[in-house]
């Protein structure tokens, strides 16, 4: 089956540094992906849907100069957390759609990422 | 109001129970609908995708009511390994977006 993988799988960094999590379909290809964020005991949050080649749609309270998303190949998609904060401290997920997808079950979900921000 | 809501729970049930998750959407336009189920510190996984006509998996039967914007999940003969977060997903056909629901927590026990 597909596979999408993340890296890294966890990360500590310190307030104010940046952090860049990246998001690869391994065995297919992705012309959209896309980027969740899960805090504890909620559900999946769509941050922002990114394409290849285009700038990333962010959904409504994601700042776009806070979480920058580059996609910049159709099996590679970056988000950098910029001047991160506790606050920013999650679960982030991505997800990759299948080019081949013929508007079935075509997208497959990252391990996630756990960002915590000390 | 939450586009996909959900009975947070928890349900804590017996090993062989028979055990009924629901969930309402309130975006009329949403065309697909899932169920995922989720694992303590994990991704979400699909479990099944639910249609107006009713399916079966297995021990897992979902269902979906256009008229009032329902879906169902009902798990029989709940096995301790079906002990997860279940989260109900629209998405709109169009945009490929997935939009989960808060998840219901089901605890199946000895």
């Known amino acids: 089956g597909a596979v999408v993988s993340q890296h890294p799988s966890w990360v500590i960094c310190k307030s104010g540094t940046s952090v860049k999590i990246e998001c690869r379909s391994l065995?297919?290809?992705?012309?959209?992906m896309f980027w969740y964020r899960q805090f504890p005991k909620q559900s999946l949050m769509l941050m922002a849907t990114s394409n290849e080649g285009s700038k990333a749609t962010y959904e409504q309270g994601v700042e776009k100069d806070k979480f920058l998303i580059n996609h910049a190949s159709l099996t590679l998609s970056t988000l950098t957390v910029t001047s991160a904060h506790p606050e920013d401290s999650s679960f982030y997920i991505c997800s990759a759609r299948d080019l081949t997808g013929t508007g079935g079950i075509e997208q497959y979900f990252g391990p996630g990422t756990r960002l915590t921000v000390t | 109001r939450k586009e996909v809501e959900q009975d947070p729970g928890p349900f804590n049930v017996p090993e062989g129970a028979t055990v009924a998750f629901n969930c309402t959407y309130s975006n009329s336009a949403s065309q697909s609908f899932f169920w995922y189920r989720q694992d303590c510190r994990k991704e979400p996984k699909l479990l099944m995708s639910?249609?107006?006509s009713g399916n079966e998996d297995g021990r897992f039967t979902a269902q979906l009511n256009r008229a009032s914007q329902y879906i169902s999940l009902l798990i029989r003969d709940s096995k301790l390994s079906d002990s997860a977060t279940y989260l109900c997903?629209?998405?709109?056909?169009?945009?490929?977006?997935?939009?989960f629901g808060s998840g219901t927590r089901l605890l199946v026990r000895p």
């Open positions: 065995d297919f290809q992705a012309t959209t």
């Open positions: 997903v629209a998405r709109m056909d169009s945009s490929y977006k997935l939009i």
């Open positions: 639910v249609y107006s």
